[in-house]
C-alpha cells in the first residue's frame, strides 16, 4: 500500500510540475503577444499603413479651415 502511495504522489507531482510549465510558457506567450498587439496597433504604426496603403496623411496646419 505505501508502495502504491509514493508512486501515486511521485506521479501527482510530476503532472503538477508539468502544468506548472505549461502555465509559465503560456505566460510568457501572453506576455508576447500582448507586445506584439501593441506595437502593431500604436499610432505610428497605423499612420505608417495609411499613407503606405491608402495614401491617407496627417493634413498639415494650413489646409485646416475651422468654421
Same mark, same amino acid.
Given at each position: 500500500?505505501?508502495?502504491? =502511495? ?8 510530476? %503532472?503538477?510540475? &508539468?502544468?506548472? *510549465?505549461?502555465? /509559465?510558457?503560456?505566460?510568457? *506567450? /501572453?506576455? %508576447? =503577444? !500582448? &507586445?506584439? !498587439? ?5 499610432? @505610428? !504604426?497605423? !499612420?505608417?499603413?495609411?499613407? @503606405?496603403?491608402? %495614401?491617407?496623411? &496627417? ?9
Amino acid at each position: 500500500v505505501n508502495l502504491w =502511495l509514493a508512486s501515486s504522489f511521485k506521479n501527482l507531482e510530476q %503532472s503538477v510540475q &508539468a502544468l506548472e *510549465n505549461v502555465s /509559465h510558457q503560456l505566460m510568457e *506567450n /501572453h506576455i %508576447s =503577444l !500582448r &507586445a506584439q !498587439r501593441d506595437q502593431v496597433f500604436s499610432p @505610428e !504604426r497605423v !499612420r505608417i499603413i495609411a499613407a @503606405e496603403k491608402l %495614401s491617407l496623411y &496627417a493634413p498639415e496646419k494650413e489646409q485646416m479651415k475651422f468654421f
